[in-house]
Nanobody, 118 residues
Framework: QVQLVESGGGLVQPGGSLRLSCAAS????????MSWYRQAPGKSRELVAS????????NYADSVKGRFTISRDNAKNTVYLQMNSLKPDETAVYYC???????????WGQGTQVTVSS
């Protein structure tokens, strides 16, 4: 079955950087679009960034453009999120999401906590 395991979260100071990873297994990773979402306490889950199966189409939330970079390595079945210039209000649980088609249901990872605080 589909398994997504996020890692790389932690505590970072404002302005700092983190790199999240999501290791995938149980499906043909190279056929799936991948996304990162985040959910802050008391708020709805929001899309942060997405990347197509081949990596040729990438989208970002306006709030992270220029600071975050999504990438994937299909040989390693892993998607990454490089986060720079982090802000305190970006404290959230960050989730990895896999979906093959836009009309199909997807699968979630368990999430990794990112805390931005001095």
């Amino acid at each position: 079955q589909v398994q997504l395991v996020e890692s790389g979260g932690g505590l970072v100071q404002p302005g700092g950087s983190l790199r999240l990873s999501c290791a995938a297994s149980g499906f043909t990773f190279s056929s799936y679009a991948m996304s990162w979402y985040r959910q802050a306490p008391g708020k709805s889950r929001e899309l942060v960034a997405s990347i197509s199966s081949a990596g040729d189409r990438i989208n970002y939330a306006d709030s992270v453009k220029g600071r975050f970079t999504i990438s994937r390595d299909n040989a390693k079945n892993t998607v990454y999120l490089q986060m720079n210039s982090l802000k305190p209000d970006e404290t959230a649980v960050y989730y990895c999401y896999a979906r093959r088609f836009s009309w199909s249901s997807g699968s979630w990872g368990q999430g990794t906590q990112v805390t931005v605080s001095s």
